[in-house]
Nanobody, 119 residues
Framework: QVQLVESGGGLVQAGGSLRLSCTAS????????MAWYRQAPGNQRELVAT???????SYSDSVKGRFTISRDNAKNTVYLQMNSLKPEDTAVYYC?????????????WGQGTQVTVSS
């Protein structure tokens, strides 16, 4: 079974940093775009950052300059380094990946990890 497992969330004070990780496991041939989304209570899920297999990146305006997405293709892992965190960054963060597996193409989501930024 192919799945994404996230780690690295937690509680941090405003101005602090956290690093999220998300690893794909199972019978994987390759992974296309990997991304991080977030969803705060009462809000829709929003795209935070994306990275292609060739390491091209994009960011939402709200995190540009503070967050950095990266990936390790050999480890099937995507990271989100979050610096200068603000209370409005508080949300459940989800990773997403387009995975070519033994059963075909899969659009996978992680289970989510809570990030809480206190003021």
């Amino acid at each position: 079974q192919v799945q994404l497992v996230e780690s690295g969330g937690g509680l941090v004070q405003a101005g602090g940093s956290l690093r999220l990780s998300c690893t794909a496991s199972g019978r994987i041939f390759s992974i296309n775009v990997m991304a991080w989304y977030r969803q705060a209570p009462g809000n829709q899920r929003e795209l935070v950052a994306t990275i292609t297999r060739a390491f091209s990146t994009s960011y939402s305006d709200s995190v540009k300059g503070r967050f950095t997405i990266s990936r390790d293709n050999a480890k099937n892992t995507v990271y989100l380094q979050m610096n200068s965190l603000k209370p409005e960054d508080t949300a459940v963060y989800y990773c997403n990946a387009g995975v070519y597996s033994g059963t075909g193409y899969l659009d996978l989501w992680g289970q989510g990890t809570q990030v809480t930024v206190s003021s």
